[in-house]
């Protein structure tokens, strides 16, 4: 760890309106131009029909339901000036057709290219894991912002360019290549210098961040999840590992690139096989380069003495939880690489509020606990429940579920934490998608009648999520703990293909307004 920044950026960023199809050609290894005039001007590149432009290439991906090529005819009649896919289409004469080897490396090799690529004109830092990703992508942005360098993310809950913040209305943590570089077009065009993007193994596996040249690379942690995707925890850590990787390609900018990785972690060992850069380490329990000593937890924050190679200081956080001061060495380790100190750490650990949905307290004057957290994984659910048992004077209850074409495997063994963890709790419905909730819920309350709880007695089954969550604060007294899981920051139900307005936190309030507590 050096006092110098890991990577210098010129931040002169012109943004394209459009570029010749024959120079987006030179970007894309294999594509062959079939038809088509290669002097037309390509005003954008897309892979949603929906999202048609006139003067845009239309991207031919595969989906998981429908077959992408029965969306050609929209995207010619909303003005498609060609189409880009794996194999010859009849198109039109008057329209472009470029064949390439994949579509998927074809999409973000042509967005980043029309783009002006924008990733070599920022400073880029992917962050990666199971858990804590939104945290540590907002913790690390809140030491640069103090640090006074112009910052901007792209979460699962919003994206932030410079001084703006805009919710994340897509349904993926990573959205596709070409909405990825459009975000950091966005980001370069307003001049800011450090981009921080939260990285899915889903987006690593399906090349959503090709053509980003990263410069700092963040592991926070493994646990199961996604494995009906990825099919066994050793792929899901290899494709974790894959953003450690792209440290190793060429890149425009000059400077030092490093990965950074949680000592704690023993899927850490997997993402220094893959890193040809340095490594950077934090941790609580083991020896790291960053660390938290004297870790004390409370019903409002958490302190620590942080300890690093250019010092100690003593960090005051408004985060809850153990895993929370393990976010913010994630975020120190990177801050401290990319010029910020140990006093712009100090400030916003002081000053910055927990991220909206992530271990947000609900407070209308009630007598007793209501707290929101994303807690969508066992690992997730077992950390908030751990974190809240302390602080609850009374009973620990949860509502949470799991969502559908999720790995299966965690429905039961969910139900055993919430058994283990909780004085009780209600199953109700989180995002089924195309699974019966029913079942769903079914294998949930399977996981807790093997841990020896009985329904109607330790737990309850309500698939109404309103009404779950007014039958716990129906039952909470003086000092118990009401745990809202798995929904977090979002504002929406995912049932078949309908998207159902949701807010758990404006459903506790509106449930807590109901029973009298505040104005």
């Known amino acids: 760890m050096t006092n110098d920044?890991?990577?210098?950026?010129?931040?002169?960023?012109?943004?394209?309106?459009?570029?010749?199809?024959?120079?987006?050609?030179?970007d894309v290894p294999g594509a062959t131009l079939v038809q088509g005039d290669p002097a037309a001007q390509v005003r954008g590149v897309v892979h949603d029909s929906r999202r048609v432009q006139p003067g845009d290439l239309f991207v031919v991906i595969p989906g998981e339901r429908h077959d992408a090529r029965a969306y050609i005819p929209q995207a010619l009649e909303r003005g498609a000036l060609g189409v880009v896919a794996d194999a010859p289409v009849e198109l039109p004469p008057d329209r472009a057709l470029l064949v390439v080897p994949s579509t998927r490396p074809a999409l973000a090799d042509l967005a980043a290219a029309l783009r002006g690529h924008p990733s070599r004109h920022l400073r880029l830092v992917g962050v990666t894991g199971t858990d804590g990703k939104t945290s540590t992508t907002r913790l690390l942005a809140?030491?640069?912002d103090r640090a006074g360098q112009r910052t901007g993310w792209l979460t699962t809950v919003d994206v932030k360019i410079g001084d703006e913040v805009r919710p994340n209305t897509l349904d993926h943590t990573t959205p596709e290549a070409d909405r990825v570089q459009e975000v950091l077009a966005e980001m370069a065009g307003d001049g800011v210098e450090t981009a921080i993007l939260e990285v899915s193994s889903h987006a690593l596996a399906l090349d959503r961040v090709r053509g980003c040249e990263l410069d700092l690379a963040i592991f926070t942690n493994l646990s199961p999840e996604h494995l009906n995707f990825h099919g066994t925890m050793e792929e899901y850590a290899r494709?974790?590992?894959?953003?450690?990787?792209?440290?190793?390609?060429?890149?425009?900018?000059?400077?030092?690139?490093?990965?950074?990785?949680?000592?704690?972690?023993?899927?850490?060992?997997?993402?220094?096989?893959?890193?040809?850069?340095?490594?950077?380490?934090?941790?609580?329990?083991?020896?790291?380069?960053?660390?938290?000593?004297?870790?004390?937890?409370?019903?409002?924050?958490?302190?620590?003495?942080?300890?690093?190679?250019?010092?100690?200081?003593?960090?005051?956080?408004?985060?809850?939880?153990?895993?929370?001061?393990?976010?913010?060495?994630?975020?120190?380790?990177?801050?401290?690489?990319?010029?910020?100190?140990l006093d712009h750490v100090v400030e916003a650990a002081a000053e910055t509020a927990p991220v909206p949905g992530r271990m947000e307290r609900i407070d209308r004057g009630q007598p007793?606990?209501?707290?929101?957290?994303?807690?969508?994984?066992?690992?997730?659910?077992?950390?908030?429940?751990?974190?809240?048992?302390?602080?609850?004077?009374?009973?620990?209850?949860?509502?949470?579920?799991?969502?559908?074409?999720?790995?299966?495997?965690?429905?039961?063994?969910?139900?055993?934490?919430?058994?283990?963890?909780?004085?009780?709790?209600?199953?109700?419905?989180?995002?089924?998608?195309?699974?019966?909730?029913?079942?769903?819920?079914?294998?949930?309350?399977?996981?807790?009648?093997?841990?020896?709880?009985?329904?109607?007695?330790?737990?309850?089954?309500?698939?109404?999520?309103?009404?779950?969550?007014?039958?716990?604060?129906?039952?909470?007294?003086?000092?118990?703990?009401?745990?809202?899981?798995?929904?977090?920051?979002?504002?929406?139900?995912?049932?078949?293909?309908?998207?159902?307005?949701?807010?758990?936190?404006?459903?506790?309030?509106?449930?807590?307004?109901?029973?009298?507590?505040?104005?």
């Not at 309106?17 to 050609?25: F, I, K, P, T």
């Not at 997730?380 to 209850?397: F, I, K, S, V």
């Not at 969910?414 to 819920?441: K, Q, T």
Request: proline share 4%.
């Open 5 to 26: 920044t890991v990577i210098t950026v010129d931040v002169t960023f012109i943004i394209r309106s459009a570029v010749r199809l024959s120079d987006l050609l030179h």
């Open 142 to 144: 809140a030491i640069l």
């Open 239 to 341: 494709a974790k590992a894959r953003l450690f990787e792209m440290l190793g390609e060429p890149a425009s900018k000059s400077g030092r690139r490093a990965g950074v990785v949680n000592a704690d972690d023993p899927a850490s060992a997997v993402m220094r096989q893959h890193c040809p850069t340095e490594v950077l380490t934090y941790g609580i329990e083991r020896a790291a380069d960053v660390m938290a000593r004297d870790v004390r937890l409370g019903e409002r924050g958490a302190t620590f003495r942080l300890v690093t190679p250019r010092g100690e200081a003593q960090v005051t956080s408004r985060l809850l939880g153990r895993f929370n001061v393990a976010n913010w060495l994630a975020a120190t380790t990177a801050a401290l690489e990319l010029g910020a100190t």
């Open 368 to 519: 007793y606990l209501v707290v929101v957290d994303f807690a969508h994984t066992p690992q997730a659910l077992e950390n908030a429940l751990r974190t809240l048992r302390p602080h609850t004077g009374g009973r620990l209850m949860v509502v949470f579920g799991h969502a559908g074409e999720r790995d299966p495997a965690n429905r039961p063994t969910m139900g055993r934490i919430a058994a283990e963890l909780s004085d009780y709790f209600v199953i109700s419905m989180d995002d089924p998608l195309h699974e019966d909730p029913a079942e769903i819920a079914e294998r949930i309350a399977a996981g807790a009648t093997e841990a020896g709880k009985k329904r109607g007695r330790d737990f309850s089954i309500d698939l109404d999520r309103a009404s779950a969550i007014g039958h716990l604060l129906d039952r909470a007294r003086p000092g118990d703990t009401v745990l809202l899981a798995g929904k977090g920051h979002e504002r929406r139900m995912l049932v078949g293909n309908e998207r159902r307005p949701w807010n758990d936190r404006e459903a506790a309030e509106r449930a807590l307004g109901e029973r009298g507590y505040g104005a």
